[in-house]
């Protein structure tokens, strides 16, 4: 649910509203839910024409988040794409209640999903209450929303985990290019 595509973007903090100095292709998505009576998610990355990809799928949220969910985000690099050359990043998101991540929310996963999907906006200070709801999404991806200007070129593997009264996580594969200017 919110997260496919939060992705990403939960990930990288500390952003602005400045020219962006790179460009990113959607490589693979994964998702994994331990109990799917709970949260049932499926996502597929499309391709539409020769350059526009997206994030499209579903995810069926059918239980209410509460202060014991927690959220975390883990990214992984590498220059090459070669399976030992992968290290953590430091810019990922530490272990937290969901429901005190607003703010992030507000400014970089709702921008970026608001025109491809129907997630909620939230009132108030924190993320709660989340509606229960059947969560759709087609063709997203990071094009939009509140993102570093610069990121290093390469492969990124990040990782987006829910724990709490059900486990369940995102994970997606990007290439970042470097733009030239
Ligand atoms: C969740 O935590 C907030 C403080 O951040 C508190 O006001 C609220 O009562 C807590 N809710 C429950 C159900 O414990
Ligand atoms: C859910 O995740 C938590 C924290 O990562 C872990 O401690 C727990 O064992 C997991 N629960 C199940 C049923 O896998």
């Given at each position: 649910m919110l997260a496919f595509n939060l992705v990403l973007l939960l990930a990288?903090?500390?952003?602005?509203?400045?020219?962006?100095?790179w460009t990113h292709e959607l490589l693979e998505i994964h998702t994994y839910s331990e109990d799917e009576s709970k949260i049932k998610l499926e996502a597929r990355i499309e391709r539409q024409g020769r350059y526009l990809v997206g994030i499209s799928g579903s995810g069926d949220l059918q239980y209410d988040f509460d202060n014991t969910t927690l959220f975390e985000v883990i990214i992984h690099h590498s220059s090459s794409g070669s399976e030992s050359d992968y290290k953590p990043l430091p810019m990922a998101v530490p272990k937290?209640?969901?429901?005190?991540?607003k703010k992030m929310y507000d400014d970089i996963v709702y921008p970026a999903m608001k025109d491809c999907s129907n997630m909620p906006q939230i009132?108030?200070?924190?993320?709660?209450?989340?509606p229960r709801d059947l969560y759709t999404f087609d063709m997203?991806?990071?094009?939009?929303?509140?993102?570093?200007e610069i990121m290093s070129e390469g492969y990124y593997k990040i990782f987006c985990t829910f724990s709490g009264e059900v486990n369940w996580s995102l994970s997606y594969l990007v290439y970042v290019k470097t733009k030239l200017i």
């Open positions: 990288l903090l500390g952003s602005c509203e400045c020219k962006r100095l937290k209640r969901l429901v005190d991540l009132e108030g200070d924190l993320l709660w209450p989340w997203c991806n990071f094009d939009k929303g509140n993102l570093p």
